[in-house]
């Protein structure tokens, strides 16, 4: 077994892979190497061999807890998978299993804890989801971003570390992100943003209250892949983008106020940054509401304004971001004095207080 050797899995969304990006640059620092294995097709595939990452993918099946026809095969998918990932990690001989949840990483799990490889798995949401719930049989400690989540988390394997936050976020430029959106005013920078794959509901509701918005504010939106209006193009103050990387940072750094959905790295990220923010969370009809969870406790902290999709319109909408203004100092000084920090150093703690065990 390498005693430096890393493997690490989730898949399914960027919200599965980013919080593993954020932990990446650390464990390099401290002489860990690290490989991946996904999904032949998911979104992280892409993710990670964009970082150079050894990269193994195996046959995965989605555990759905509604009927669907894919029921009868995706098990055998799933077993296909456990194999598969019993065969890499012990070829690979990692010192630990890092898992972040979606449905790839149930096989790597097991497959892991058939090699005797200590895991350790993260889970973002307050409830823990299905992938997780399976996974934490075989995992030594399950780290969580929200102090509700404990209590949802058996056999004392919880510990509450917080969302690890990717470094370079940190490091935007307010200048730059004005300059790439080129505003020719002074006005205070609205971002929306509604999660890797756009929201439509969000952008509609925006793109209706444009006229009302713009006489106050510049928009920053990133509406999604496939989601933008060509009619928009050259309104003045307002700049779309289906979907951004390296100018994540410095579109955050030069915003006032967010629009976003609730996704707990997203919503970690803001508390970082300290953004006053208006959370419109995923409705129960399209998730297991994990994100209006996370929404209401954001809430309840004070870090949050909270529209639930249903009741989105334009007017509730240009209420709550007057409301946001007028509260900003509020919400900035609680977001401050929050005990919720970066848990990028608290997750790697975890990590080898497990390797010093095995």
């Given at each position: 077994?390498s005693?430096?050797?890393?493997?690490?899995?989730?898949?399914?969304?960027?919200?599965h892979?980013?919080p593993?990006?954020?932990?990446?640059?650390?464990?390099?620092?401290?002489?860990y190497?690290?490989?991946?294995?996904?999904s032949e097709?998911?979104i992280?595939?892409?993710?990670?061999?964009?970082?150079n990452i050894?990269?193994?993918?195996?046959?995965?099946?989605?555990?759905?807890?509604?009927?669907?026809?894919?029921?009868?095969?995706?098990?055998f998918?799933v077993?296909?998978?456990i194999?598969?990932?019993?065969?890499?990690i012990?070829?690979?001989?990692?010192?630990?299993?890092?898992?972040?949840g979606?449905?790839?990483?149930?096989?790597?799990v097991i497959?892991a804890?058939?090699?005797?490889?200590?895991?350790?798995?993260h889970?973002?949401d307050?409830?823990?989801?299905?992938?997780?719930?399976?996974?934490?049989?075989?995992?030594?400690?399950?780290?969580?971003t929200?102090?509700?989540?404990?209590?949802?988390?058996?056999?004392?394997?919880?510990?509450?570390?917080?969302t690890?936050?990717?470094y370079?976020l940190?490091?935007?430029?307010?200048?730059?992100?004005?300059?790439l959106?080129?505003?020719?005013?002074?006005?205070?920078?609205?971002?929306?943003?509604?999660?890797?794959?756009?929201?439509?509901?969000i952008?509609?509701?925006?793109?209706?209250?444009?006229?009302?918005l713009?006489?106050?504010?510049n928009?920053?939106?990133?509406?999604?892949?496939?989601?933008?209006?060509?009619?928009?193009t050259n309104?003045?103050?307002?700049?779309?983008?289906?979907?951004?990387k390296?100018?994540?940072?410095h579109?955050?750094a030069?915003?006032?106020?967010v629009?976003?959905r609730?996704g707990?790295?997203?919503?970690?990220e803001?508390?970082?940054?300290?953004?006053?923010?208006?959370?419109?969370?995923l409705s129960?009809?399209a998730?297991?509401?994990?994100?209006?969870?996370?929404?209401?406790?954001?809430?309840?902290?004070?870090?949050?304004?909270?529209i639930?999709e249903?009741?989105?319109?334009?007017?509730?909408?240009?209420?709550?971001i007057?409301?946001l203004?007028?509260?900003?100092?509020?919400f900035?000084?609680?977001?401050?004095n929050?005990?919720?920090?970066?848990?990028?150093d608290?997750?790697?703690?975890?990590?080898?207080?497990?390797?010093?065990?095995a």
């Open positions: 077994m005693h430096k050797k890393i493997i690490m899995t989730g898949g399914g969304s960027a919200g892979v980013t593993n990006l954020a932990l990446i640059p650390k464990l390099k620092e401290k002489g190497q690290i490989e991946y294995i996904g097709n998911g992280e595939r892409k993710i990670i061999q964009e970082e050894p990269y193994y993918s195996i046959s995965t099946g989605k555990l759905r807890r509604y009927f669907d026809l894919k029921n009868f095969t995706d098990p998918k077993v296909k998978g194999l598969e990932a019993k065969k890499i012990k070829k690979v001989k990692p010192c630990l299993v890092f898992s972040k979606g449905f790839v990483s149930v096989p790597v497959g804890y058939l090699n005797g490889v200590p895991v350790v798995a889970e973002s307050i409830t823990p989801g299905l992938a997780n719930k399976i996974s934490s049989k075989y995992s030594k400690k399950i780290c969580v929200f102090p509700e989540t404990l209590e949802h988390i058996k056999d004392n394997k919880g510990v509450l570390t917080g690890p936050i990717r370079e940190l490091q935007g430029s307010r200048l730059e992100g004005i300059r959106c080129n505003f020719k005013s002074e006005k205070p920078i609205i971002m929306v943003i509604g999660g890797s794959l756009g929201s439509a509901i952008n509609e509701t925006i793109r209706n209250s444009l006229k009302e713009l006489k106050n504010y928009i920053i939106h990133i509406c999604g892949n496939g989601n933008l209006d060509n009619k928009l309104v003045d103050g307002y700049r779309q983008f289906e979907y951004v390296y100018e994540l940072k579109f955050l030069a915003s006032d106020y629009i976003s609730a707990a790295n997203t919503i970690f803001l508390l970082a940054l300290k953004k006053p923010n208006i959370l419109i969370p129960a009809k998730s297991r509401g994990d994100q209006i969870l996370n929404a209401n406790s954001f809430k309840k902290n004070g870090f949050s304004i909270v639930q249903d009741d989105l319109n334009t007017e509730i909408l240009l209420e709550e007057k409301h203004e007028k509260n900003k100092e509020i900035v000084r609680t977001m401050k929050s005990s919720l920090k970066n848990g990028t608290a997750i790697i703690k975890v990590i080898e207080s497990c390797l010093n065990e």
